[in-house]
């Protein structure tokens, strides 16, 4: 299987803002910095984006080929929160935040949910 050309070219920055939220972890309701960096990601790549959805949530809604004429729609979800955790990780992008940490995987799911938008 081939891979599509924007998925790679986008994989490094992907994975940088995994990264990114992997450092700055926040718990339930508390993502507000975390919303902004996937809602300025959407809105970067020109998705529309809707906030405030459950206090902290984000959708972003792409539009396919007949621009939603069909009503057919798919709906793809990921958690952003972390968890109450000290993590003793020490690579770069370990957490900045102690006591709190990216144990659960929430930050690769939204690095996921980034790639397929």
């Known amino acids: 299987m081939?891979?599509?050309?924007?998925i790679v070219t986008e994989a490094a920055g992907i994975?940088?803002?995994?990264?990114d939220i992997h450092a700055h972890?926040?718990?339930?309701?508390?993502?507000?910095?975390?919303a902004d960096v996937v809602a300025?990601?959407?809105?970067?790549?020109?998705?529309?984006v809707h906030r405030g959805l459950?206090?902290?949530g984000v959708v972003g809604i792409v539009h396919g080929r007949?621009?939603?004429?069909?009503?057919?729609?798919?709906?793809?979800?990921?958690d952003m929160d972390a968890l109450p955790i000290t993590e003793f990780n020490t690579f770069s992008?370990?957490?900045?935040?102690?006591?709190?940490?990216?144990?659960?995987?929430?930050?690769?799911?939204t690095a996921m949910l980034l790639g397929a938008a």
């Open 40 to 48: 300025a990601k959407l809105a970067e790549w020109g998705i529309e």
């Open 93 to 109: 992008h370990a957490s900045t935040h102690p006591g709190k940490m990216h144990a659960c995987g929430h930050d690769g799911h």
């Open 66 to 78: 007949d621009g939603g004429a069909s009503g057919r729609a798919v709906g793809l979800r990921a």
């Open 25 to 34: 972890p926040e718990l339930c309701f508390e993502e507000v910095r975390t």
């Open 15 to 19: 994975a940088a803002v995994r990264r």
């Open 2 to 6: 081939k891979l599509i050309d924007s």
């Open 54 to 56: 459950g206090k902290t």
